[in-house]
């Protein structure tokens, strides 16, 4: 790529338009014209407009503007309830219409909570003293089929374990 000297450069990028300096007398003479039949451009000033104006400018810096604060209560107010609102609408669970029910929960997720959430004392209020007797423990029968389908079900381990 070669760069070209300034000083031989002979396009300057402006242009003039066609027949510009045939036409430059008859243009002249044309506005010439114009200014000499349009004695009024329409344009005026207003009688002691710079007297006047002295005493305007001196008069605005003695009064004080006021001063209109963005930060007050009501603009704060105004804003925090409408954050506020926002938040919520997009909190709520207005669009998620699923129902939920007790087969979806798992029994392991149940069995931890209780053992680690729950106190032994929450659990025996949910239970009445009627309800829990030796005397019901002892007189339960299992039927054989019972327990040997529940012994059948349960892998070796989980029997130590518990």
Do not use: C, W
Not at 78 to 105: E, G, M, P, Q, R
């Amino acid at each position: 790529m070669k760069h070209k000297p300034l000083n031989k450069n002979n396009h300057s990028g402006f242009k003039v338009p066609k027949n510009y300096f045939q036409d430059f007398d008859a243009t002249i003479l044309a506005e010439a014209k114009l200014k000499n039949s349009v004695s009024n451009s329409g344009f005026k000033t207003p009688d002691n407009y710079i007297a006047s104006f002295k005493s305007v400018a001196l008069d605005s810096k003695q009064r004080e503007a006021k001063v209109i604060s963005l930060f007050n209560k009501k603009n704060m107010l105004l804003f925090t309830s409408v954050a506020a609102t926002v938040v919520l609408f997009f909190n709520i669970d207005l669009f998620n219409k699923a129902t939920f029910s007790v087969s979806d929960l798992d029994t392991d997720t149940v069995d931890n909570y209780i053992l680690d959430e729950i106190e032994i004392t929450e659990l025996a209020a949910l239970f009445a003293e009627n309800e829990l007797n030796e005397t019901q423990f002892i007189d339960y029968s299992i039927s054989d089929e019972t327990l040997d389908s529940y012994l059948e079900s349960v892998e070796g381990n989980e029997l130590f374990s518990e």
